[in-house]
T-cell receptor
Framework: SQQGEEDPQALSIQEGENATMNCSYK?????LQWYRQNSGRGLVHLIL?????REKHSGRLRVTLDTSKKSSSLLITASRAADTASYFC????????????FGKGTTLSVSS | EPEVTQTPSHQVTQMGQEVILRCVPI?????FYWYRQILGQKVEFLVS????????KSEIFDDQFSVERPDGSNFTLKIRSTKLEDSAMYFC????????????FGSGTRLTVV
């Protein structure tokens, strides 16, 4: 299976702290994407990192990709209570015409 | 900002009944998808649709499932004979250029089979 597997399953931190979530996958990819899901809502695309990129930033988000280890990490800096949500990585296979495959997600709780 | 719209937001149906879940993707997007998420679990791929035909489907998408784009704007998922285990959130998504870009998801339809 090519699906990403996030680690940890759950993470609880205080406001202002950084949150790091990891994702591992099994086969070669075209890109890897991170999504956020608030409870009971749809998924929101956060950031996409291509297989030839190693690091990408977007606001308080920093994503790294290590294709040799087949892993990615999402860092949220200076977390806020509003960052409380589930975060999913999704892998885009190298083959054309195939869909994103999502991992199980990390549930992040940020307390004020 | 353009949105993917799903209706209804919640549907309760009797086991064995047919349901149709509706989605209006973003107008200039070419790729359409259905995913489902059983409560608290992972997001599972069901089917992708491009150029008016299914481009890929998962093992979950068996003969009881079908998709249609009947009028150039709506994208529907039909479950012919619902089972208790079909209870889940069903998400529609669309993408301008497939997996090379991010997907835009709708807010989902919560399907409850009783």
């Amino acid at each position: 299976s090519q699906q990403g597997e996030e680690d940890p399953q759950a993470l609880s931190i205080q406001e202002g702290e950084n949150a790091t979530m990891n994702c591992s996958y099994k086969t070669s990819i075209n890109n890897l994407q991170w999504y956020r899901q608030n409870s009971g809502r749809g998924l929101v695309h956060l950031i996409l990192i291509r297989s030839n990129e190693r690091e990408k930033h977007s606001g308080r988000l920093r994503v790294t990709l290590d294709t040799s280890k087949k892993s990615s990490s999402l860092l949220i800096t200076a977390s806020r209570a509003a960052d409380t949500a589930s975060y999913f990585c999704a892998t885009a296979p190298n083959q054309a015409g195939t869909a994103l495959i999502f991992g199980k997600g990390t549930t992040l709780s940020v307390s004020s | 900002e353009p949105e993917v719209t799903q209706t209804p937001s919640h549907q309760v149906t009797q086991m064995g009944q047919e349901v149709i879940l509706r989605c209006v993707p973003i107008s200039n997007h070419l790729y359409f998808y259905w995913y489902r998420q059983i409560l608290g679990q992972k997001v599972e791929f069901l089917v992708s649709f491009y150029n008016n035909e299914i481009s890929e489907k998962s093992e979950i998408f068996d003969d009881q499932f079908s998709v249609e784009r009947p009028d150039g704007s709506n994208f529907t998922l039909k479950i012919r004979s619902t089972k208790l285990e079909d209870s889940a959130m069903y998400f529609c998504a669309s993408s301008e250029l497939g997996t090379n870009y991010g997907y835009t998801f709708g807010s989902g339809t919560r399907l409850t089979v009783v």
